[in-house]
């Protein structure tokens, strides 16, 4: 549940994003070095995009940092003023950065997004197909149990077939299928399996325990291997 009284700044802050926030614009995957795919990253509509002005992209970075520490310490309803506390920042900087609560999760779910990206590219250039894709998969299925709450409120926000949704959604196909294309070249993988397919069955394990999960993605990745004729 949100906190009502976080929902409005104090009478001090300003609530307009800064001219530097609106005309940039935030992507998530768009980093990894993997060619066309991150090239052709889908830019994430959101509210407040990262400035580009250094000392204000710092106090950005700090509150997204705090942020995702205190939803992850005491969830998504953790008050804005806490936040601020957490990042070093005064109150009005926060509602400067962030006029609402859902223009701050959808900062911390593109951070979680990217990061979650930039691991499928890491790991295809650091590991063996199989091994890469085996790696991507656990990792994601922790991030699933840990945000579930995080992209539940923002899609209360948004809706779920909202366009930031839609693009976080391509930027994270285009990483799954890399991680799924080598495979497949490799032999590791049945040609006729879906990327799509198999991260609905990893956003299952979202309420199970991490060991539950762990022999879940186990189960999967063997049922991705080729059949013997």
Known sequence: MRAPNDLQPPAEA????PAEAQASTAQACGTGPVGESA???????????RPTRADAARNYDLLVTAAREAFADHGTSTSLEEIARRAGVGIGTLYRRFPTRTALLEAVYVDEI?????????FSEELP???ALSAWLHSLASYAASKHTL???????????????KACKVNLRDAADLLFGNAKQAGMVRDDVQAMDVLRLISATHDTDADQAARLINIILAGLRPQPN
């Open 114 to 122: 990217q990061s979650v990206c930039d691991r499928a590219y890491g």
């Open 151 to 165: 992209a539940s409120e923002l899609m209360d926000a948004l809706g779920k077939d909202s366009e930031f949704f």
């Open 14 to 17: 300003t609530p307009t994003p």
């Open 129 to 131: 197909p199989f091994e």
């Open 39 to 49: 090239s052709s990253a889908r830019a994430i509509p959101v509210t407040c995009a």
